[in-house]
């Protein structure tokens, strides 16, 4: 056996387990008796999958529920609009906000639609604009650029 082969029978077993009934098929025909080969990664797998299947979900106390419900207070039956709606001011508080940050959000939009929809400036570009407000190819200056001359 290689010691590629003996890696990879490890990798399989830290993420199936020491049972090969957990292994899929191909990994199961390929590398299954390898594992009888190798019975430290086996112990190993074994001892993993233990701890694994002795963790308990948490449990509940029985008089949580209770508790928390407890710690709300209760709104009677009675009670005016302001009470009802005092619960609700920490949201309205932050409409602003929110209003000003969606507001912001559809700013940043539009401006990437506009100037995507804009023509981009190449050198043709350019070059016919100044054409058309009617100046006109004098020479090339020093830095090899082009000069334009009105009429």
């Not at 449990?59 to 005092?86: H, K, Y």
């Not at 507001?103 to 804009?118: E, H």
């Amino acid at each position: 056996m290689s010691t590629d082969q003996m890696e990879r029978v490890r990798q399989i077993c830290d993420a199936y387990g020491a049972d090969l009934a957990r292994w899929p098929a191909p990994l199961r025909e390929q590398y299954g008796e390898l594992l009888d080969e190798l019975p430290e990664v086996r112990l190993e797998a074994e001892m993993l999958d233990g701890f694994l299947n002795a963790a308990t979900a948490p449990r509940m106390a029985e008089d949580l529920e209770r508790r928390v419900l407890a710690g709300f207070e209760t709104i009677p039956e009675n009670a005016g609009w302001f009470s009802r709606f005092r619960d609700r001011l920490p949201r309205v508080r932050l409409a602003p906000a929110g209003l000003l940050a969606g507001i912001g959000a559809m700013g940043v939009a539009s401006g990437i639609v506009s100037a995507s929809a804009q023509t981009p400036l190449t050198p043709e570009t350019e070059a016919l604009s100044y054409i058309e407000s009617g100046l006109t190819f004098s020479e090339l200056s020093d830095e090899e650029t082009l000069q334009w001359d009105g009429d």
